[in-house]
């Protein structure tokens, strides 16, 4: 009997009320086919109805997958736990997602992606649920908002629980009764290969969930081929643990991207091939981030101006000294940026992401590059919540898993929002103050906790336009200041709090202000003219 069913058929499938688990991360890897068939069906039949999805990684995007907008109907969707959502420009129209969240339609649920990963694991071990201290004291403790987005998400999912003489987070496991994930090609028993996706998600930890509690496996593909003709080390999900299979054939790799065989390790690209950044301030902050590295760190990054750190040390000659690691599951070669953040060329393993964020909860990596919307006086960070424009930001994804252990963090982004800048003379200028100091009291949202950080002996840089920060036990220090820049006005003045004055402050080298490449070394010790590295 065989397994391919039409979208229509598969989303027949779910009933009033039921719990969906879906594979994917924004555009990459999402079986939009299928969720596309759900929201149709809802809207010809009224069917399924209050049902609730976990996504450990968003579920579209807002450049033409829409994913969890096809689903984003009143009536349809009560319930959600998303790692992260659909995110884009404030000039853009906010997707549904976010409508519903704004409007308390549905309870919504910011989740640690690698957390979510980890309940799936413990649902398909029938085991009760996550005991973790990723989240601790951040908007994921339930002292905070115990990942609540909206007032309709009253129900607790994460309580804090003591045990042998620790404090811990405790997550229940939530059982999937569907688990719709993607692939590139099954055979006819539904063994599933991924020689055309950038990563592998956490597709096999979703279907074990479902199936293991009597539920149903959909997978979404590209294309089906015969039985025996697909290699067994090749196979990332067993057919025994597939039920039906949705074939479509113009699925995209990832956002407003058909394919690209470099993404899916197919090919190698030409070092020569990669772009990189145009001279600007962001240039400026990312080449001041990589000199906080060391030949021979496995590192982490993150969406925003670190993730243009990779072709500073390209245009360095430095490319291969640093091993990148990102959570949707790729070690090395090179992070691309924008639609297709996520996605690595030239990479030398591609792990799956429930495996990649245990590597990242315990801390096993060297560093990890980050962004931030907000720093306050403890040196917490918020990346997950902007009340003003809130698809501006995907939410937490896996930041929380990350920064729960890692040994470095190097935050960067610019010292305040809205000002305008310039190059000149190898120093900043500041043309006009921005309004929204990023410097505050206390943060909206708790992405990063500073008090955990300081506790744990965590070595915290904040890295910004005019001068570099070091969380020390008393709070911020300035260690580092830019040339152009005027400590008073600049830097003390344009900070909601007092900040720290290092005795020894430092001037970052005027070398990283000129249009050709600074002469970086990551053989450790003091470079570019003895700045703080």
């Not at 409508?99 to 085991?127: Q, T």
């Not at 091939?273 to 990054?301: C, H, Y």
Request: proline share 6%; charged share 20%.
């Amino acid at each position: 009997m065989s397994k391919v069913v039409s979208a229509a058929q598969a989303a027949s499938l779910i009933k009033d009320g039921m719990t969906v688990s879906v594979s994917s991360s924004s555009g990459l890897g999402c079986p939009d086919a299928v969720l596309a068939a759900i929201g149709e069906r809802f809207d010809a039949e009224g069917h399924p109805q209050a049902i609730t999805t976990l996504h450990p990684i968003a579920a579209g995007d807002m450049y033409g997958v829409k994913g969890i907008d096809h689903l984003a109907k009143p009536g349809l969707l009560k319930r959600t736990l998303c790692g992260s959502y659909p995110s884009g420009p404030s000039s853009a129209e906010p997707p549904q997602i976010w409508k519903m969240i704004g409007d308390n339609s549905v309870a919504a649920y910011n989740v640690p992606s690698g957390i979510l990963f980890d309940m799936h694991r413990e649902a398909a071990a029938k085991r009760p649920g996550v005991l973790t201290k990723v989240g601790l004291d951040t908007f994921a403790d339930p002292r905070h908002q115990g990942c609540a987005m909206n007032a309709a998400a009253g129900e607790p999912i994460v309580s804090v629980q003591q045990f042998d003489g620790e404090e811990w987070l405790y997550f229940r496991a939530i059982v999937p009764n569907i688990s719709i994930i993607r692939a590139t090609t099954a055979d006819e028993r539904g063994n599933l290969t991924y020689e055309h996706e950038g990563a592998y998600l956490g597709g096999l930890e979703q279907a074990l969930a479902a199936r293991n509690n009597g539920g149903i496996v959909i997978a979404q593909v590209k294309r089906v081929v015969e039985n025996g003709t697909l290699k067994p080390h090749d196979v990332r999900v067993p057919g025994v643990l597939v039920d039906h299979i949705v074939v479509a054939p113009d699925q995209l790799q990832t956002t407003q991207t058909p394919y690209d065989p470099a993404i899916s390790g197919e090919i190698f690209r030409p070092l020569s091939s990669f772009r990189t950044p145009e001279m600007n301030i962001q240039k400026v902050i990312a080449r001041r981030v990589a000199m906080e590295l060391r030949d021979g760190m496995a590192v982490n990054i993150g969406f925003g101006i670190s993730a243009n750190v990779p072709r500073i040390l390209l245009e360095e000659g430095q490319h291969g000294k640093v091993t990148w690691v990102i959570e949707q599951g790729a070690v090395g070669g090179v992070p691309l940026l924008d639609f297709k953040f996520g996605c690595a060329s030239n990479a030398e393993a591609i792990m799956p992401s429930p495996h990649q964020f245990i590597y990242f909860q315990a801390g096993g990596f060297d560093a990890s590059l980050l962004s931030f919307l907000q720093i306050d006086r403890h040196g917490s960070v918020n990346v997950s919540k902007l009340s003003a424009r809130p698809h501006v930001t995907a939410g937490a994804g896996g930041f929380v898993d990350i920064t729960s252990r890692a040994k470095k963090i190097v935050f960067s982004g610019f010292f305040n929002a809205g000002a305008k800048l310039s190059l000149a003379n190898g120093a900043i200028r500041i043309d006009q103050e921005g309004k929204v100091k990023k410097v505050v009291e206390e943060v909206e949202h708790i992405s990063f906790s500073g008090k955990r950080a300081v506790a744990q002996g965590q070595d915290i840089t904040y890295v910004t336009e005019r001068c570099v920060m070091k969380l020390t036990p008393d709070g911020l220090m300035v260690t580092e200041l830019a040339p152009g820049i005027d400590l008073e006005r600049d830097v003390l003045a344009q900070a909601e709090i007092p900040l720290a004055v290092a005795n020894d402050l430092k001037v970052t080298p005027a070398a990283l202000y000129q249009d050709r490449p600074i002469g970086l070394s990551l053989n450790g010790g003091a470079s570019l003219g003895g700045a703080h590295g």
